[in-house]
């Protein structure tokens, strides 16, 4: 009923940048928040930066200073500006989005993912 689908991903040296895009469809009543996960080889799940619907953002320690969040509500998409990237920054990127679909129904759904690779 709802899809998220990324794009953006790719191969970059150190210290270069990227731009990730997120775009949310289907039977969508509200996007209550939006964010983006990554998660390397060997590794969890962590959580890089997300945004709610009144705009409080949060990211990771990580890459604080260096990424960007910002979303288009109208347009259900959120994006991540990802500059000054580094090798530890190497990892699938995956955009989530908490939905309500119903007036009484909401779920989070998932994106496929993106790769990103940052080499040295």
């Known amino acids: 009923q709802v899809q998220l689908v990324e794009s953006g991903g790719g191969l970059v040296q150190a210290g270069g940048s990227l731009r990730l895009s997120c775009a949310a469809s289907g039977s969508i009543l509200s996007i209550n928040a939006m964010g983006w996960y990554r998660q390397a080889p060997g590794k969890q799940r962590e959580l890089v930066a997300g945004i709610i619907s009144g705009g409080r953002i949060n990211y990771a320690d990580s890459v604080k200073g260096r990424f960007t969040i910002s979303r288009d509500n109208a347009k259900n998409m959120v994006y991540l500006q990802m500059n000054n990237l580094k090798p530890e920054d190497t990892a699938v990127y995956y955009c989530?989005?908490?939905?309500?679909?119903?007036?009484?129904?909401?779920?989070?759904?998932w994106g496929q993912g993106t790769q990103v690779t940052i080499s040295s």
């Open positions: 989530n989005a908490y939905v309500r679909t119903r007036v009484d129904y909401s779920n989070t759904y």
